[in-house]
């Protein structure tokens, strides 16, 4: 097999040949990523084994995504097993389903590894899919079994490095070329603060998400919405009075800011192959719509999903953009 640059298609293929199990392999993870291979996996798999890094620095640094990946191990929980295993010494990155295919090579499971960045990849079959699997025997038992209830506590423990975490993505976003867009987006850290600084029912429970101290797992919900509020409020100046003059001492009903609804769902669908640079801007529209239900554009099917989040954000995003702080 010959190498390839194509790191989406070639994943793509092993996916869609998986019959009844599937080993991902990638010491960073993130939620689009994630999404890829939900969207992409036959309901006939059965098993799911993630073998990753869980290192705070990673997620200080935003290089991965642990929030998603207990969303990902949530979401399949009820529909197939789900075994996570951890090494802080991991660096292999492949894929290695039981359909007779894999691939090995540079990539992450991050969007940097499928879409942005320069990386090869190797479509594996045949004799050496058995390779693959002799060095998968091999190197599972140097790797940890990681229960769902310690990647919650290690979640619990990042929240205290917020922090820290804010002022690395500061010195970052110093350096960083601006986002995609007619302009730069503010930070979750310029979001922060203003919740903070105007205290009201709705910024009080923007900010509860926003840290973590609600306990439900949603920070990445919120700030993918925020970032996602800001891109189209660029493109649609039109709706940010109506946005801003919204009352911010109730729940936020978006149906009732006239072709709102309408004009955001046209946006969303013509923005799904945008992503944001990470680590300060990590967005993607094609993530937002898996977890919208239909009433706002999504294919989220079952619960409300991102709904809650995706609406508290909108009144405080556009005061942010209008230069209210």
């Known amino acids: 097999m010959s190498w390839s640059q194509d790191t989406k298609g070639t994943l793509e293929q092993v996916l869609s040949t998986c019959r009844q199990s599937l080993l991902l392999c990638s010491p960073f993870l993130s939620r689009w990523a994630l999404d890829f ?10 098993r799911v084994e ?13 290089a991965s ?10 979401e399949h929980t009820n529909s197939r097993q789900v075994v996570l295993r951890t090494s802080r010494r991991l660096h292999a990155k492949f894929l290695l389903g039981d359909g007779g295919f894999g691939a090995a090579g540079s990539a992450n499971l991050t969007f940097g590894g499928l879409s942005a960045n320069l990386e090869i990849l190797r479509l594996v079959s045949g004799p050496e ?19 769902v209830s310690y990647l919650a506590r290690f979640l619990r423990e990042c929240e205290g ?13 110093e350096y960083s070329p601006p986002p995609p867009g007619p302009g730069p987006l503010e930070t979750i850290e310029v979001f922060d ?13 923007a900010l509860s998400i926003s840290t973590g101290e609600d306990h439900n797992n949603r920070t990445g919900h919120i700030h993918q919405s925020f970032f996602a509020a800001q891109r ?20 936020f009903d978006p149906a009732t800011v006239p072709g709102f609804v309408e004009a955001w769902i046209a946006f969303l ?28 554009g999504g294919s989220r099917t079952g619960g409300g999903g991102w709904n809650p989040p995706f609406r508290t954000v909108w009144p405080i995003a556009a005061r942010i953009v209008r230069g209210e702080m």
């Open 65 to 74: 995504d642990p929030e998603a990946l207990k969303d990902f191990i949530e």
């Open 269 to 296: 669908n013509a923005h799904l192959d945008e992503v944001g640079e990470a680590p300060v801007y990590p967005y993607a529209f094609s993530s937002i719509k898996r977890h919208l239900t239909e009433t706002y």
């Open 129 to 147: 899919t058995q390779e693959l699997e002799a060095y998968v025997q091999d190197a599972r038992p140097r790797l940890t079994v990681t229960p």
């Open 232 to 251: 189209f409020l660029q493109d649609n100046p039109r709706f940010i009075e109506p946005l801003a003059a919204v009352p911010l001492d109730a729940d």
């Open 161 to 173: 490095k917020r922090p820290d975490q804010a002022a690395l993505v500061g010195i970052i976003k």
């Open 50 to 62: 993630v073998w990753t890094r869980l290192e705070m620095r990673d997620w200080i640094t935003r």
């Open 37 to 46: 291979v939900s969207d992409r996996l036959p309901s006939s798999v059965g």
């Open 193 to 205: 603060a203003f919740c903070l600084g105007n205290p009201s029912y709705l910024t009080a429970k």
